[in-house]
DNA sequence: CACCTTATTTGAAATTGGATGCTATAACTT
DNA sequence: AAGTTATAGCATCCAATTTCAAATAAGGTG
């Protein structure tokens, strides 16, 4: 599942918060997903399901569906950085808003606060509450922008009355 | 091909002049290309590879390597609006950036100035170039977010001293 | 504890969106 | 008209998921 939680977030402390969470919506703790969970209070950044899998030795469809089910419970959420697979993370762990060049793929991760003001134009023009937490701001870190302003700079040297 | 064009835009007003750009640059016009170019002057919209092939009756697999190439110099873009296949559209047609509820699924394309504001911030405050043609603004449109404010009241007239 | 219900795991197969290798063909070049 | 070589078509592969059927195992209940 590729879309945006519709609950709201839960984050928790401590796995045994969570598990009681879980439990007191009807849900069942198996070994799997004690495991997935763990490892999630464990990473400090997104991870792969294929990673969770592998370092866990349980099967990538296991992964996912738990996943997905923490994150339609509100405890996962996921993001999609570049062209990889989708990165899962404990909200409350890294809970962050990324920039990424799609020059040199840099992530840059924001705290939600350095956006506030993106998100208060954004509101006001055009009514839409946006988040950056799913998919990244995309475009051309400094570095990359600056190289393109170089080469244009250079290109209109040899080139002067091109515009 | 997932990535944002390093070529320079291409804007043409008809068939013929996009052709001889492309003759200028060694490249052949074959039939089923031609047909690529004449349903991409004729769409206002953005269109998947899919629907291309099926309404010219080409292979998608020669589909996409006629949109990858027509991109790659510069006559063509993609974006991505929420989860489906990446939808092509003639670069001077639709020259927009897009809002897309992540709820509601509704896109609401923009005139790239109508974001200037945000991309100088961003400028200003991250020394990032950001675009929204290649991934659109995601968040929730106003009437979603309207939704959700409601929900919240009403939770709250329910559960007062819950926050 | 034994039992029962039903959530969950597994492994495999299917799906989706797209990329690639190959050969016959069809565009340009001269 | 002949020669090059880009392209089309088709099959095949690919990564990232998703789904399915069968086996298993949680967590109540008596």
New binding site residues.
Partial sequence: ??TAPQVAALAFENIDDA?DA??AR????????RM?LELLFREADPV???HVGQTL??????????L??LERHGLVH?V?LG????LYVLVGRGEHEYLYCDRCATVTPLEPEQLDPIRDRLRRDFGYEVRFTHFPLVGLCRSCADEDRSAAVESHARHPHAH
Same sequence: chains 1, 2.
């Fill in positions: 599942m590729t598990v879980l439990r009807g849900l069942r703790l198996s070994i799997a997903r997935v792969s399901a294929e030795g349980i099967d990538v469809a296991s992964v996912y569906r738990n997905e089910m996921h999609h062209h990889g697979p989708g």
